[in-house]
């Protein structure tokens, strides 16, 4: 899916529903980094296929480790944006931002298997075994579905949180400074 949003639906999705297992921020970009190929080749080199070598679980793999290498020194630049989101947010550790990155771009790559010819998700295979699944039409019309779809329930939790959080009291209205259950 070049230069469309819609890999940031199932990100959404998955990051809200397993916000301690992986980073938020991190998986929005990690999913959607690997159209910058696509964007390159369009770009820069009209020849080459759009979906290239970064659309192989190989080439993603690589794809995924510089990703991680590269924003989790920078981990703590979105925790201003997340806190006025109202969404916690902690990289522990490297092993949580490489698992987030991985993660981000094999759902990337699972995606668009289904949707273009000139990819070999199991490069160096010269075959894309998802094409065969359904026709173009139908594999389009889920897969396009499918990343609105977590878009919309993404979000639609996104707001859930939100209004639950401000429903909950917090420690400071229930607690004194000495521990005390505080009485209004």
């Known amino acids: 899916m070049p230069f469309t949003p819609f890999h940031l639906g199932p990100a959404l999705l998955i990051g809200l529903l397993l916000l301690q297992v992986f980073d938020l921020p991190l998986l929005l970009v990690s999913s959607v980094i690997p159209d910058v190929e696509p964007l390159y080749a369009l770009t820069f080199q009209p020849s080459l296929p759009l979906h290239g070598f970064f659309h192989s679980y190989l080439g993603a793999s690589i794809l995924g480790v510089l990703v991680a290498v590269v924003l989790y020194p920078l981990r703590d630049l979105p925790n201003r944006i997340m806190a ?4 916690p947010r ?3 550790s490297f092993k949580k931002a490489l698992l987030t990155s991985l993660f981000g771009v094999y759902s990337h790559i699972f995606l668009d298997s289904f949707l273009y010819d000139e990819m070999m998700p199991f490069y160096p295979l010269e075959a894309n075994p998802f094409l065969s699944v359904a026709s173009v039409y139908i594999r389009y019309g889920i897969v396009y579905g499918f990343c609105s779809l977590s878009f919309l329930l993404g979000f639609a939790l996104y707001i859930y949180r939100i209004r639950r959080d ?6 400071a209205e229930i607690f004194d400074q000495r521990g005390a259950v505080a009485v209004d």
Do not use: K
């Open 84 to 87: 006025s989101l109202r969404l």
């Open 90 to 92: 902690e990289v522990s």
């Open 166 to 171: 401000a429903d909950s009291p917090n420690d």
